[in-house]
């Protein structure tokens, strides 16, 4: 029950922050949004150091800096990603595809899916179809480009979470410190030399801050939630995610929902439970 919890709130924190951060890039180039949200991220994991302490080791050093350079690339692609839009059909792409990876990982290792498990992997997959299909006429359609780069985001949060439960169970919050830190400097170093390139426009400095401190607390959260139970699970309960999103995008932005797309939401809503009833 911990796990499950603790996976649910990591999923509402990562909708919450898809959206602040997609919105946020929509102002500016998604580099200087990037910029702000990633050393927001580490001040927040910085300051939970004392708190859950952390031990850095070479496996927390390791598997912590992997997770770092796949974050930066997860933070530009998913916030890229959001700003083309529309964010009610790219979110659930991305967050299937980041559900699946996990999962193969964790079979892989030896954890095992059930009946349920095995009817919600495929279905999962049908849903991703469902929801990147075109909806009708005068309905928003994403164009080839934002699904490729929502299939890429997805793919580097996977590899993410991946190398975040690898890390040693006994390192505390080391792992999220030093890939913070590392996603931190990459981004850095490559807005230092695209510099001429970022625009002149300003960031939503408070929008882009709050995405960062909200994604630090989702990584927290499922780092703590894959240490007390199967990744198989904690990753597929962490993809639903894209509720908040769609919801935030709806509510914010008046973004259509339609039925196709209402059909696939439901269909990945159906497949993400059967995948925790394992």
């Excluded at 040693?168 to 030093?178: C, E, H, N, Q, R």
């Excluded at 929008?207 to 894959?226: E, P, R």
Aim: net charge positive.
């Amino acid at each position: 029950m911990l796990a499950l919890l603790l996976a649910l709130g990591s999923s509402l924190a990562y909708g919450c922050a898809d959206f602040l951060g997609g919105l946020g890039a929509r102002k500016a180039h998604v580099l200087r949004t990037v910029m702000i949200a990633a050393p927001a991220s580490l001040a927040v994991e910085l300051l939970l150091w004392p708190v859950l302490g952390a031990s850095f080791s070479a496996g927390a050093l390791g598997w912590g800096a992997a997770s770092g350079v796949v974050s930066a690339a997860a933070f530009a692609l998913l916030y890229r990603t959001l700003a083309i839009g529309p964010m009610n059909v790219l979110s659930p792409v991305t967050a299937l595809v980041s559900a699946a990876l996990p999962v193969g990982v964790g079979l892989l290792q030896g954890e095992h899916l059930g009946a349920a498990g095995l009817v919600g992997l495929p279905l999962a997959l049908f849903a991703v179809v469902l929801v990147s299909a075109g909806h009708g006429a005068g309905a928003a359609r994403p164009s080839r480009t934002a699904l490729l780069l929502a299939l890429g985001a997805g793919a580097a949060i996977a590899l993410q979470l991946i190398f975040l439960h690898q890390a040693p169970s006994d390192s505390g919050v080391a792992p999220l410190i030093i890939g913070r830190a590392v996603s931190s400097t990459v981004t850095l170093a490559a807005a230092g030399l695209l510099y001429r390139k970022l625009g002149s426009e300003r960031p939503a400095y408070a929008m882009s801050a709050a995405a960062g401190v909200l994604d630090s607390l989702a990584n927290l959260m499922f780092l703590l939630a894959a240490r007390s139970g199967d990744l198989t699970v904690v990753a597929v309960i962490t993809a639903l995610y894209p509720a908040g999103t769609v919801l935030l995008a709806r509510g914010v932005l008046a973004e259509r929902i339609h039925r196709g797309q209402l059909v696939g939401l439901g269909t990945a809503a159906v497949a993400v439970g059967l995948l925790a009833l394992t």
